[in-house]
């Protein structure tokens, strides 16, 4: 394996990949990571601070599924799964059958697509609930699992293991048989801490930068996020001559792998003992250097943190997405780029995430010195430069007034929609251009006497709206269409104006809420956003055309 010493990058990976091993939340790797790192962060002459919080621990001992026949399965237990010794039959549950149905049986998820996994924590705890022996859930991946693809402290009795979705075809031939299957766990209170190597500047400008350290269970967490922890070492050192009057805290986070209020706990815990302070960005590195990996950095809050990656580094801007120790951060208005390696939803598109396959040999240590360099080029122009604040908007009712500002936008911006596609695809305009349908198509929705608008004000300039509709009768609410002009972009209007839509639906008694969107790039912004308020996918759908 090539490498480079120069920066230290592999010494600090090898050793949390291959002498401490896995971190996860209890284990004696957490507290070994978490002594090495207080003395790397050290080693620039900064003051190293360990901030402690609450979180649960988890320990694992033997663990083991066979068959009736005797037959190993290749399994492992779920972070924060309970212990214990089942014999029952083996039932498939798909979530779709009343979870009644595997009372005193080991439930079997064998072929279920879960793409987030809120759903399987509530699954598993339904199952708990309804007196399941057992559960047994396949990973989205076919020759390996994911240790965390169920991750609920709040179980208080029933196992919980994961499988391949190639071990999950063996096991299906189980069906109705008894399966036994052993766990050796607990659960207990637990403390665990982020650590951090503080510059006290003289002014009043704040930088983090930040990686978590913790791993998903079972695993070396080489890629998510040893890469990410070797990277915020060497920044450390590097960046040092540079600080100036900053304050900067470079932040190696525990628990972000649990989750827990909706965010890395870290990460949580961090902001809220310091959300009184100038935090004028935050830096994320989380899951980045792999051979096969687009870099891309999710940056939020700031258009001009997205010029400054296109200029300064390899990395592809992208817009905002929650999913690390940033979201926190973006929460409370601070504008945030995370550094990752892209490609799925997910954030890691080409390695099975949390699983055993994430080990030191898929990271390309030729690449992860380039990212060093981008980085050290694009903190050290924000440190001179400085994140400037956006000017102050106001998010107030649409007036009768504003149509005609809301018709030349959506006539200028509306490119990602299917009639200028149709234009653009057939050479022919149908009916009327483009343009006018979708203006005559807003007005007309905007005219709903259910319908209700936002906009976006800048220096009072308007700057976007968004609509939305109250079904107070079915307590049911649905976000309409909606648009920033492209000269307000990067200052969160568009976050901004939806958080305000919702908390009128909430006043309103709406309890459920829907957003149709598109999949094609042109629509990433606008996912962004509602992903980022907590929009979960419910259903995607393709359009076909033919040439006859």
């Known amino acids: 394996m090539s490498h480079h010493p120069a920066t230290g990058l592999y010494d600090t990976l090898s050793h949390l990949c291959l002498n401490v091993g896995e971190r996860h939340l209890g284990s004696p790797g957490e507290a070994a990571a978490q002594d090495y790192l207080a003395a790397r962060l050290g080693e620039g002459g900064y003051e190293v601070v360990r901030e402690a919080f ?39 549950y798909t979530g779709v059958e009343p979870p009644e149905t595997c009372r005193g049986k080991i439930a079997f998820s064998g072929r279920h697509d879960f793409t987030h996994v809120g759903d399987t924590n509530a699954l598993a705890e339904k199952l708990e609930k309804a007196g399941a022996a057992a559960w047994i859930v396949n990973s989205p991946y076919n020759d390996t699992f994911s240790t965390k693809i ?4 709040g179980l208080e009795r029933m196992p919980v293991f994961t499988i391949s979705q190639r071990t999950a075809l063996r096991l299906a031939r ?8 052993k766990l050796e766990a607990r659960r207990f209170p637990h403390r665990s801490a982020n650590l951090i190597a503080r510059h006290t500047g ?34 450390v050192r590097a960046l040092k001559p540079h600080l100036g009057d900053w304050s900067v805290d470079f932040v190696a986070f525990g628990a972000e792998e649990y989750g827990g209020p909706g965010f890395g706990l870290g990460g949580f815990e961090y902001m809220k003992a310091h959300q009184e302070e100038p935090i004028e960005a935050m830096l994320c590195l989380d899951g980045l250097g792999t051979f096969l990996g687009n870099p891309e950095a999710r940056v939020g809050r700031n258009g001009l943190l997205r010029r400054w990656v296109k200029e300064e580094t390899g990395f592809t801007p992208r817009p905002y997405r929650r999913g690390s120790d940033q979201g926190i951060f973006d929460q409370h208005g601070i504008p945030t780029a995370w550094f990752c390696d892209g490609g799925a939803p997910s954030g890691i598109g080409h390695f099975p995430l949390h699983s055993p396959q994430d080990v030191l040999e898929i990271v390309d240590f030729t690449r992860l010195e380039r990212f060093a360099a981008d980085l050290e080029r694009f903190t050290g122009r924000l440190l001179r430069e400085g994140v400037p604040a956006a000017p102050p908007a106001e998010i107030v009712p649409l007036e009768k007034e504003d149509l005609p500002a809301v018709r030349e936008l959506v006539s200028a911006v509306w490119t990602m929609g299917m009639s200028y596609r149709r234009e653009q695809l ?38 976007g709206f968004l609509s939305y509709r109250i079904d107070a009768a079915n307590r049911f609410g649905e976000i309409g269409y909606n648009a920033v002009a492209p000269a307000f972009g990067g200052r969160n209007l568009g976050r901004r104006m939806l958080d305000a839509a919702l908390e009128a639906l909430r006043c309103a ?15 990433a912004p606008a996912r962004a956003v509602y992903e980022g308020a907590g929009f979960r996918p419910m259903h995607s759908s393709i359009q076909y055309t033919l040439r006859l």
Not at 150 to 153: D, F, G, K
Not at 174 to 181: Q, T
Not at 437 to 458: G, P, T
């Open 54 to 92: 609450d979180a649960p621990g988890w320990e694992y001992g033997p663990f083991s599924i066979t068959t009736e026949g005797g037959e190993a399965i290749d399994a492992f237990p779920c972070y924060f799964s309970p212990g214990g010794e089942v014999t029952a039959p083996l039932v498939p």
């Open 150 to 153: 169920v991750r609920n402290p």
């Open 174 to 181: 189980e069906a109705g048989r008894p399966v036994h299957l």
């Open 202 to 235: 003289s002014g009043r400008r704040k930088l983090v930068i930040g990686a978590h350290y913790d791993s998903a269970p079972g695993i070396q967490g080489a890629a998510d996020n040893g890469t990410g922890i070797a990277l915020l070492v060497h920044l």
């Open 426 to 463: 057939y050479g022919r305009v149908f009916d009327a251009p483009w343009q006018e349908k979708i203006a005559r198509a807003v007005a007309e929705y905007l005219a709903d006497e259910k319908v209700h608008a936002v906009k976006a004000l800048v220096d009072g300039t308007f700057a």
């Open 509 to 523: 008694g709406v309890e459920d809420v829907e957003v149709i969107t598109g999949l094609d790039d042109g629509h």
